[in-house]
């Protein structure tokens, strides 16, 4: 018999690949997903026996957690930018310097915009929630194309999402704001990462050869002189090596007000660059 009070010591006893501060924060979040009981309930509540079935529920959680299966995918959602998003093993979960860029980004007036590499579509659903402009979104993966529509129609929001390869793509007009979060990790990065991201996230979206770590951002800034409108801007989100060369291409193609942002940790993670 499990009480409501003894999820959280369950957690911190069975699992140690987490801090106890992440583990709480994670128990919180299970119990108010299957217990439908916030912080405060789960006090008032404490002494009550949960049912056997909500109790087989989070068992299976705390297996699924053990084996580094990240929450977001365990409970298919992802909060971002103050909403929820459907997520599964073709998207990424949405980052919190992701939020940040959208921050920047939203500090600039645009009346269309094209977001390259949607995974989840984060990126188009948020700035349509607080635009009017018209928005397009590409991805190569058609699933995760899928997940971005049904996102999209959760917020009933009228976004235009093409299964695209971006080296391949001819848009039929111009657009005032380019976006893009493109795979950047080095395949050499991968030693470092945390299993919960290298063993079930989608390794199109994260990683790139190290023989060419820039390619997307050679090929897009070109593509975004081509299709921006004069003023129009373009936003990348980047690997925090490379600020100072991604710098360069963009100064090369004559991009003017081209600058470095840094992310919450310090580290060069997104910059901008205006069209003439
Ligand atoms: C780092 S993820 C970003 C996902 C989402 N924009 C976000 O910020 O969470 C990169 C995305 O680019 C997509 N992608 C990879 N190669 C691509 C290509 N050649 N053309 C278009 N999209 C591509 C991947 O499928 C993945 O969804």
């Known amino acids: ?152 129609d959760n917020y009933n929001l009228n976004i235009t999402f093409l299964c695209e390869d971006i080296f391949k793509f001819n848009p039929d007009s111009k657009f005032d704001l380019i976006v893009s979060n493109p795979p950047y990790v080095l395949e050499s990065e991968m030693k470092k990462m945390h299993k919960n991201v290298l063993n079930f996230e989608p390794h199109n979206a994260l990683f790139v050869e190290d023989s060419d770590p820039l390619i997307f951002y050679n090929y897009i800034a070109q593509f975004a002189f081509k299709y921006l409108n004069s003023k129009g801007a373009l936003f990348f989100e980047i690997n925090e090596s490379f600020g100072v060369e991604i710098k360069l291409i963009l100064n090369k193609l004559d991009f003017v007000n081209i600058e470095l942002k840094k992310d919450l940790n310090g580290k060069d993670r997104m910059i901008k660059a205006i069209k003439k």
């Open 1 to 152: 018999m499990l009480t409501v009070g003894n999820i959280i010591p369950l957690f911190l006893k069975k699992i140690n690949n987490y801090s106890d501060k992440e583990l709480i924060s994670i128990a919180y979040i299970v119990i108010e997903e299957i217990l439908g009981l916030n912080k405060i309930n789960v006090i008032i509540n404490n002494a009550n026996v949960i049912s056997t079935n909500d109790e087989v529920k989070i068992n299976e959680i705390i297996k699924d957690l053990i084996a580094n299966k990240p929450i977001q995918y365990i409970l298919g959602k992802a909060n971002f930018f103050n909403l929820s998003f459907i997520v599964n093993k073709h998207v990424l979960i949405p980052r919190q310097e992701t939020e940040q860029l959208i921050n920047w980004i939203l500090n600039y007036e645009f009346n269309s915009v094209l977001d390259i590499g949607t995974g989840s579509a984060c990126i188009p659903i948020s700035l349509a929630k607080n635009s009017t402009a018209n928005i397009t979104a590409i991805d190569i993966s058609s699933n995760a194309i899928k997940i971005a529509k049904k996102n999209a």
